[in-house]
């Protein structure tokens, strides 16, 4: 279902935008107005992070984020409650982001069945591997739900293909090594891993970890499908507040 | 799909897929020197030539007498250079990386004994090093993080999060993932993805070949119990290593910080108040909350200050093989006077915690009943928080007059 909510974006826009956001941060309110200023400025598919406590892939940016919403009171099932609500007001897909110990914590089985009726369609759970995934993949499967997985530069190309066979929806390329937020430069050997990429999957690729401006969109215009920004929009509602969100999505392509 | 570290329902990894060749790389270079016969003998001969191996067995026999119950022995890993057991791991994973070719090295440290031989290894084989470690940690172990830094490393105080050992693991996950090409990370416990809990304990092994060896020549038997502390359990399970195909009882002993039922203590199998649960890249007991939450832990020995403990200790608990018991940071202190007034020790902290529950059971038993307490490290370096325990005014005073000398 997200694959083919993709296809059909791709044949009205020549590259789209998926936004990342830690649900509860700074507050409830806030990120409801945030994603309401996101939409409004077109985004085309949204990343909603459940935080957690140890955020292992996430650099300074987010990992704060994540910190700061447990300490407002941001529990799983506010965020559920949070999910539902978006993805019954606005018409994009929202997928969850989060850590492995949240799904564990609350049943994977549950975990997925309550992300069906919430209307999320998928989910990004970075420090679950396939080869530990054999539950989750169960799971979300009988909830229709995409399983999102991971490419990263130093990924061996028939690692790559054993990917593409459980992954579902899209690919989450990483642009580079290290965690979120820190500068990318994107250079031919870039390019190389992009077509590593293609060949492994037919499913979208999107492309994030250093995405932040209109000139890295614009590069990445024909190479994916999908541009993620992710840690910048964290900057600007840190450094302009939520009045500068639409305005800084609107200018990037 | 190749082993992937389980022990029972524990263990595993959990890893980001950045990392997924690093592990893989990590886990051949880890295999193929544990069928290397030649790997096990040149780290032998560097620890006996660097670092005072075998470490000895002592006899405690005015404790002995004091509780006038069981022969208690003391394992002397605090004899180590840097001093503590930490070293066995540290300089077993130097050799690693010289197989890897690698030019850099990170870790995390609690206590700071970790860190230190961590530095002290990088300074022997010319690695560059950074440690991370909690700030709350950098405060309570200032000596460690000055040693540290003259042994040429970076020390680098974590500010998230509990801001101690748990954090220190995440942030050198966040500099590995971005740094893996140069870098190796030497995680300094028997926790983490795979394969690290079975290459630290491994290299921990060291101490309980020995330790079974020396108690067969010394008493001509075997231990009836075997205490060691336990944090991540490295120590634990380099002594238990020793005795699991023999008829010993094994004893594990937790941070009870200020009481099991006060909340604030760092007991994940001795208590009831941890869960299964999937953090820093393996499954075992967590202290955390219904949400999966990380909780925050307590105790006096930041080394054993930990949310998480080692999978193949979980299982080992799970089966039966190994009993946990909790001390708190009170009869920590005590313990610690107690052996360094009787048999002139002076056990770490962390250690310290072996000691309690071996003193606890020894006047139960009869004088030809045989405890061996394993004496992680040495206590030196928790001058300032033992000082402070003990409301020493001389100590104070000292630090008074010091203070003003830099004022000066």
Known sequence: MLEETIRAKMSQKDILLMTHIVIGYPSFDDSLRVVESMVEAGVDLMELQIPFSEPIADGPVILHANQQALAAGSTVERCMEFGEQVSKRFDIPFLVMTYYNILFKYGVGRFAERLSAAGLQGAIVPDLPPEEAETYLAAM??????????????????????????????????????VTGADTSFSAEFGDYLSRCRAATKLPLALGFGVKNAEDVEFLRGQVEIAVIGTQSIRVLEDEGIGAIKGFIEGLR | MNDR???????????PEILVATFDELTLAYESAKADPTFWQEFEELMRTYSCRPTPITFAENLTRHFGGAQIYIKR???????????????????????????????????????????????????????YMGEVDVARQRPNVFWMERLGADVVPVTHGSRTLKDAINEAFRDWVTNMDTTHYALGTV???????????????????????????????????????????????????????????????????????????????????????VAQGYKTFFLQDDDGQMRHTHSVAAGLDYVGVSPILSHLHEQGRVRFESATDREVVDALALTVRKEGLIPALESSHAFVQAFKEAPELSSDDILLINQSGRGDKDIFTVADAFGDPKWEQFIRDKAEQYNA
């Not at chain 1, 991971?150 to 580079?176: F, H, Q, W």
């Not at chain 2, 570290?5 to 890893?15: P, R």
């Not at chain 2, 197989?99 to 860190?115: C, D, F, L, N, Y």
């Not at chain 2, 079975?198 to 008493?219: C, D, F, N, P, Y």
Request: proline share 3%; with cysteine.
């Open chain 1, 141 to 178: 499967k009988a909830n229709s739900l995409a399983p999102i997985f991971i490419y990263s530069p130093n990924t061996r190309s028939e690692r790559m293909k054993l990917i593409d066979e459980v992954a579902e929806g899209l690919i989450y390329c990483v642009a580079r090594k290290g």
């Open chain 2, 5 to 15: 570290g389980y022990y029972g329902q524990f263990g595993g990894a959990y890893i």
């Open chain 2, 77 to 131: 890993e605090d004899l180590n250079h840097t001093g503590a057991h930490k070293v066995n791991n540290v300089m077993g994973q130097g050799l690693l990386i010289k197989r890897m070719g690698k030019s850099r090295v990170i870790a995390e440290t609690g206590a700071g004994q970790h860190g230190v031989a961590t530095a002290t290894m990088a300074a022997k084989f010319g690695l560059e090093c950074t440690i």
């Open chain 2, 191 to 277: 926790c983490g993805p795979h394969p690290f809990p079975a290459m630290v304990s491994w290299l921990q092994s060291i101490i309980g070949k020995e330790a079974r060896a020396q108690m067969l020549e010394r008493t001509n038997r075997l231990p009836h119990r075997v205490y060691a502390c336990v944090g991540g359990g490295s120590n634990a399970m380099g002594i238990f290593s020793g005795f699991f195909e023999d008829e010993v009882e094994l004893i594990g002993v937790e941070a009870g910080g200020r009481g099991i039922d006060s909340g604030a203590h760092a007991a994940r199998l001795a208590s009831k108040d941890a869960s299964l649960g």
